[in-house]
Antibody
Framework: QVQLQESGPGLVKPSQTLSLTCIVS??????????WSWIRQDPGRGLEWIGY???????YYNTSLKSRVTISVDTSKNQFSLKLSSVSVADTAVYYC?????????????WGHGTLVTVSS | SSELTQDPAVSVALGQTVRITCQGD??????GSWYQQKPGQAPVLVIF???NRPSGIPDRFSGSTSGNTASLTITGAQAEDEADYYC?????????????FGGGTKLSVL
């Protein structure tokens, strides 16, 4: 059973960079066939895809966030990371890391528990 | 359009059947998937592909697609099915690969 766990600061100041890491257990990122994803959810609102990365580092980002987002992978540590720069209060959300299918059909089969990140001075 | 549209709220009587729908152009090209989310918890995949259920999901959950509309049907809704439900698919309009979610449907079991 694959498990994902987000870690990182719960409070970030405006204009700074939000950094989160997702540690994957129960399966190797380098095994291929999946996209390793970041998704966020405004408190009480819907889900927003941030982007994903495959095992060799190919990335795809939400075009509305692309200028501020970097997702990277470290297969030696079996983890992947999110950096979101120049944050504002609008970036306050629960951030989830997740595993998504590589081909068609597309689906997200494993999610982390989520971590609340608050942007505030 | 790269949006998925869901009804904000739906209700169903205990034991009855309810269908939750999701509309979007991407569904003409890609299968949708469905997620159940209860308060304070991460979403859980309930349906993917043509009509596939992950291990552990009760068979009262089923899915279908027609044209630009994906549907999640719960046959014999139980109290524990009260939750928010989100649809999701890939989209490749404008030559950009992206992933999109519907706005969610709050299901009340009466």
């Amino acid at each position: 059973q694959v498990q994902l766990q987000e870690s990182g600061p719960g409070l970030v100041k405006p204009s700074q960079t939000l950094s989160l890491t997702c540690i994957v257990s129960g399966g190797a990122i380098s095994s291929g066939a999946y996209y390793w994803s970041w998704i966020r959810q405004d408190p009480g609102r819907g889900l927003e895809w941030i982007g994903y990365i495959n095992w060799v580092g190919r990335t795809y980002y939400n075009t509305s966030l692309k200028s501020r987002v970097t997702i990277s992978v470290d297969t030696s540590k079996n983890q992947f990371s999110l950096k979101l720069s120049s944050v504002s209060v609008a970036d306050t959300a629960v951030y989830y890391c997740a595993r998504a299918s590589y081909g068609d059909p597309y689906y997200i089969d494993f999610w982390g528990h989520g971590t609340l990140v608050t942007v505030s001075s | 359009s790269s949006e998925l549209t869901q009804d904000p709220a739906v209700s169903v009587a205990l034991g009855q059947t309810v269908r939750i729908t999701c509309q979007g152009d991407s569904l003409r090209s890609y299968y949708g998937s469905w997620y159940q989310q209860k308060p304070g918890q991460a979403p859980v995949l309930v349906i993917f592909g043509k009509n596939n259920r992950p291990s552990g999901i009760p068979d009262r959950f089923s899915g279908s697609t027609s044209g630009n509309t994906a549907s999640l049907t719960i046959t014999g809704a139980q109290a524990e099915d009260e939750a928010d439900y989100y649809c999701n698919s890939r989209d490749s309009s404008d030559n950009h690969v992206r992933v999109i979610f519907g706005g969610g449907t709050k299901l009340s079991v009466l």
